[in-house]
C-alpha cells in the first residue's frame, strides 16, 4: 500500500513540471510575417471586393438596355358629345405597346472592353496591393528586429560599463583613486540606462506597428533574420522585369480602359436605333391596329458634339500613356536607388562588423588597462562612449540593410515566375 502511494505520488511529482512549463510561442520569421499579414489584412479584403465588384461589371456591360412598355389611349376626341371618352370616336384606341432601343455594336463592343479593362486593372490592383502589404509588414519586422538587436547590444555594453565603475571603486578605496572617477564611471552608466529604456520604448513601438499585419506580434519572438547580403534577384533581372511589379501591373488595364472609351466616343457618331410595336384596341366591334415604329438617331451635327467628345478622349488616352512612362520611369529610379543603398549599407555593415567594432574593443581594452595601473579615468570614458557610438551605428545600419533589403525581395509579386 505504501509503495502504490509512492509510486501515485512519484507519478505526480513527474507531471507537474509538464503542466506548470507552457509552450513557448513559435518564433516569427520574416517571411511568415509578410504571408501572415497578406492573409490578415482588411485592406487586401477590400480590393478583393472591389475587384469582383469590377467583375460583376464587366459581365454585364455591353448589354441591349431594357425595352419599355408603353400603353395609352390614342386619338382620343376633344369635342363634340364623346368628347375625353374611350369611345367617344371611332378612331380611339387603347394601346399597349413595347419598345427596344439598339446601341451600335461598335459602342456595344466599346463598353464590353471599357469593362474588361477595369476589371483587370482591379485585379491588377488586388495584386499591387497584396505586394505593397508584404514589403511594409517585412519592413515593420526589419524594425523591430532591429530595436530588438539595439536593446542586447546596449544590455551588453551596460555589463561591461561596470568594470569601469567596479575599477573606480577599488581605487577609491586602495587611495590611488577619487570619489570623482566613481561619480563619472556611475553618470555614464545611467545614461547609458537612459539610452537603454529609450530603445525599449522604441521596440515596444515597433511591436506595435508590426502587430497592425501580424495579430500575433506582439508575443511572438522574433526569429533570426534572413541573409541579407543575398537578393533573390540581382539588379539587372529587376529592371527586365519592371512592369511585372506591383507599381506598375494597373497601367497596362489603364490604357486599355482608355482606348476603349476612345472607341466608344468614336461609335457615338454612329446612328443607334430604335424598334417599337403596339397593339390598338377600339370599341363597337371595330378592327383593332398594329403598330410598328423605327426610330434611328440621326449624328449631323458632330463638330461640336461627338467630334468634340473623341478629342477629349483621345487626350485622355494620351495622357494614361504618358503617366504610364513615367510611371516606368520613377520605378527603374526607384529599383536603381535602393540598389545603391542596399549595396552602401552593406559595406557599411561589413565595415563597422570587422573594423570598427573590433578597434573600439582593443581602444576600450586598452584604455581600462591603463586606468587599472593607475591613469586617468578620461580616455576611458571617452573610449566607452565611442564604443558605444559605433554599436549604435552598427545596429541602425543592420536595420537599414535589412530595410533596403525587403524592398528589393519583394518587388515581384508573390507566386510570380522567379
Do not use: C
Not at 89 to 103: H, K, N
Not at 107 to 115: H, I, L, T, V, Y
Not at 167 to 194: I, K
Request: no cysteine.
Amino acid at each position: 500500500m505504501v509503495s502504490s502511494k509512492r509510486l501515485v505520488a512519484a507519478l505526480v511529482l513527474a507531471l507537474v513540471p509538464v503542466a506548470a512549463v507552457a509552450a513557448p510561442p513559435p518564433v516569427l520569421t520574416l517571411q511568415a510575417a509578410a504571408d501572415q499579414a497578406v492573409a490578415q489584412a482588411p485592406l487586401l479584403e477590400a480590393r478583393r471586393a472591389q475587384a469582383e465588384s469590377a467583375r460583376q461589371e464587366a459581365a454585364r456591360a455591353g448589354a441591349l438596355p431594357d425595352p419599355q412598355l408603353t400603353f395609352g389611349i390614342d386619338n382620343l376626341a376633344t369635342q363634340g358629345p364623346g368628347a375625353f371618352t374611350a369611345g367617344g370616336d371611332d378612331m380611339t384606341m387603347r394601346t399597349v405597346g413595347i419598345s427596344q432601343a439598339l446601341p451600335s455594336h461598335a459602342k456595344r463592343q466599346a463598353e464590353r472592353a471599357m469593362g474588361q479593362a477595369q476589371a483587370v486593372e482591379a485585379g491588377a490592383t488586388e495584386v499591387a496591393t497584396s505586394t505593397s502589404i508584404r514589403q511594409t509588414a517585412a519592413d515593420a519586422w526589419v524594425t523591430a528586429w532591429g530595436t530588438q538587436q539595439e536593446i542586447a547590444m546596449l544590455r551588453a555594453l551596460r555589463s561591461a560599463w561596470n568594470q569601469d565603475i567596479d575599477a573606480a571603486t577599488a581605487r577609491l578605496r586602495g587611495a590611488s583613486g577619487s570619489a570623482a572617477d566613481v561619480l563619472a564611471a556611475r553618470m555614464e552608466a545611467l545614461d547609458l540606462d537612459n539610452r537603454l529604456d529609450e530603445a525599449t520604448a522604441q521596440e515596444a513601438q515597433a511591436r506595435v506597428s508590426l502587430s497592425r499585419w501580424v495579430d500575433t506580434a506582439n508575443d511572438a519572438p522574433l526569429a533570426d533574420p534572413p541573409d541579407f547580403t543575398v537578393l533573390p534577384f540581382d539588379e539587372s533581372s529587376l529592371l527586365a522585369r519592371v512592369d511585372a511589379q506591383g507599381a506598375l501591373l494597373a497601367w497596362p488595364a489603364r490604357e486599355d480602359a482608355a482606348a476603349a472609351a476612345l472607341t466608344a466616343a468614336q461609335a457615338d457618331k454612329r446612328p443607334a436605333w430604335n424598334l417599337g410595336v403596339s397593339y390598338g384596341s377600339r370599341v363597337r366591334g371595330l378592327s383593332d391596329m398594329v403598330s410598328l415604329q423605327v426610330g434611328v438617331s440621326l449624328p449631323l451635327f458632330t463638330r461640336n458634339r461627338q467630334d468634340r467628345g473623341i478629342a477629349a478622349r483621345a487626350a485622355d488616352l494620351d495622357a494614361v500613356r504618358f503617366e504610364h512612362a513615367d510611371a516606368r520611369r520613377a520605378q527603374i529610379e526607384a529599383i536603381q536607388r535602393a540598389w545603391s543603398q542596399w549595396e552602401a549599407w552593406g559595406a557599411q555593415v561589413r565595415r563597422h562588423r570587422d573594423v570598427l567594432l573590433p578597434l573600439a574593443r582593443d581602444r576600450v581594452a586598452l584604455a581600462l588597462a591603463a586606468y587599472r595601473g593607475g591613469g586617468d579615468i578620461a580616455p576611458l570614458l571617452s573610449a566607452r562612449r565611442d564604443e558605444l557610438a559605433h554599436h549604435a551605428d552598427y545596429a541602425r545600419m543592420q536595420a537599414e540593410y535589412g530595410r533596403a533589403w525587403a524592398a528589393l525581395a519583394y518587388l515581384i509579386p508573390a507566386g510570380a515566375d522567379r
